[in-house]
T-cell receptor, first 112, second 114 residues
Framework: DVKVTQSSRYLVKRTGEKVFLECVQD?????MFWYRQDPGLGLRLIYF???????EKGDIPEGYSVSREKKERFSLILESASTNQTSMYLC???????????FGQGTRLTVV | AQSVTQLGSHVSVSEGALVLLRCNYS??????LFWYVQYPNQGLQLLLK??????LVKGINGFEAEFKKSETSFHLTKPSAHMSDAAEYFC????????????FGAGTRLFVKA
């Protein structure tokens, strides 16, 4: 089975902190994604990566950056956390093309 | 560009009743369509997908969906609801060269009454 692992289930951070969310997949997938999930808004794409060291902005990249130095790992970085970044963050991976995505368990981030 | 609209943010059914969750999509090219389910405090897992071929797609846990191009719809159904079906359901579309972006609907929360 494909496994996508997010490093933390719950995080509480202070405003202004730099926050790292880590995601690792074990199926050699080319594509990896970071979404945030908010009630009534569904999943919104923050960033995606289609290969190592490659990244593309999604629909809401402001305030975020990403890093993909190895194929299996995709990190989301909140440069200076703000309260409006309190949300559920979901990582996903998939093979190339219009295939289904496999999701991690999610990280619920609270910024205080 | 693609988009997905899920009609109804909340749907409530009685145990044993038909489940119908509605999804309409917009895509300028032939789409790939997905339904995912999310249980509380979990990530999303795939219920079923439509790529090409047969328009009636069967998935896990007794769910199925029918791709209707003329109606740009991909509604999810289950003949008989079970308490364990209570969850949030997301419709998604992926299309275009490379298909990098998968666009999700806002989600429909399904409640099942005993």
């Amino acid at each position: 089975d494909v496994k996508v692992t997010q490093s933390s289930r719950y995080l509480v951070k202070r405003t202004g902190e730099k926050v790292f969310l880590e995601c690792v997949q074990d199926m050699d997938h080319e594509n990896m994604f970071w979404y945030r999930q908010d009630p009534g808004l569904g999943l919104r794409l923050i960033y995606f990566s289609y290969d190592v060291k490659m990244k593309e902005k999604g629909d809401i990249p402001e305030g975020y950056s990403v890093s993909r130095e190895k194929k299996e790992r995709f990190s989301l970085i909140l440069e200076s956390a703000s309260t409006n970044q309190t949300s559920m963050y979901l990582c996903a991976s998939r093979t190339q093309g219009n295939t289904e995505a496999f999701f991690g368990q999610g990280t619920r981030l609270t910024v205080v | 560009a693609q988009s997905v609209t899920q009609l109804g943010s909340h749907v409530s059914v009685s145990e044993g009743a038909l489940v119908l969750l509605r999804c309409n999509y917009s895509s300028s090219v032939p789409p790939y369509l997905f339904w995912y389910v999310q249980y509380p405090n979990q990530g999303l897992q795939l219920l079923l997908k439509y790529t090409t071929g047969a328009t009636l797609v069967k998935g896990i846990n007794g769910f199925e969906a029918e791709f209707k191009k003329s109606e740009t719809s991909f509604h999810l159904t289950k003949p008989s609801a079970h308490m364990s079906d209570a969850a949030e359901y997301f419709c998604a579309v992926s299309a275009g060269t490379g298909g990098f972006k998968t666009i999700f609907g806002a989600g429909t929360r399904l409640f099942v009454k005993a």
